[in-house]
């Protein structure tokens, strides 16, 4: 059984950029969500996919946009970023029979200049 | 989304059990309780998930009060190795219905 993966492990970005961060979901599973967490937090939810439909957000801008595909693998693109996008960005994977106990990948830590 | 509250801090030393205390009071009746522990650099791991009383895995116990408006992480005989940040969770993860709090902080002491 495959864990979830996600790429790049690190990035540095320059503000106004744009990023596509990568994640493969845990074999068998259907839905990924997107986590952001800077230093000291707990994960703050981005949003949720679910056979390739988005299937809740949190509180982010619109320039957050997710992909799923058809073998669930995942996409978090971010526009125009700013200083405070610097973050550790966590994938996980779910079945949606048992949505609540997710599978988070090593997540890619986002540096922007 | 249910709102919890978790201790900062705690230290404990090695062999000693650990009870964390999570208080989520605006729990809705079908909320789930999921605990998860965060080391450095890691995502997240699933630790233990309740809805009500009692629940034991091989790594932990999940004590939730009739009420449910609080729950109690146990973990047995703690090593030096579950020093690490755990976080309570409350709600459905379906559609991002539950919120990650900033976590309790537990050193494991020699």
């Known amino acids: 059984e495959t864990g979830v993966t996600q790429s790049p492990t690190h990035l540095i970005k320059t503000r106004g950029q744009q990023v596509t961060l990568r994640c493969s979901s845990q074999s068998g599973h259907n839905t990924v969500s997107w986590y952001q967490q800077a230093l000291g937090q707990g994960p703050q939810f981005i949003f949720q996919y679910y056979r390739e439909e988005e299937n809740g957000r949190g509180n982010f801008p619109p320039r957050f946009s997710g992909l799923q595909f058809p073998n669930y693998s995942s996409e978090l693109n971010v526009n125009a970023l700013e200083l405070d996008d610097s973050a550790l960005y966590l994938c996980?994977?779910?079945?949606?029979?048992?949505?609540?106990?997710?599978?988070f990948g090593p997540g890619t830590r986002l540096t922007v200049t | 989304l249910a709102k919890t509250t978790q201790p900062i801090s705690m230290d404990s030393y090695e062999g000693q059990e650990v009870n964390i205390t999570c208080s989520h009071n605006?729990?809705?009746?079908?909320?789930?309780i999921t605990w998860y522990q965060q080391f450095p650099s890691q995502g997240p791991r699933f630790i233990i998930q309740g809805y009500k009383t009692k629940v034991t895995n091989e790594v932990a116990s999940l004590f939730i009060p009739a009420d449910r408006k609080s729950s109690t992480l146990s973990l047995p005989r703690v090593s030096l190795s579950d020093t690490a940040v755990y976080y309570c969770l409350v709600g459905d993860t379906n559609a991002g219905k539950s919120t990650f709090g900033d976590g309790t902080t537990l050193t494991v002491k020699p």
């Open positions: 605006n729990i809705a009746t079908n909320d789930y």
């Open positions: 996980a994977s779910s079945d949606s029979g048992r949505a609540d106990e997710q599978y």
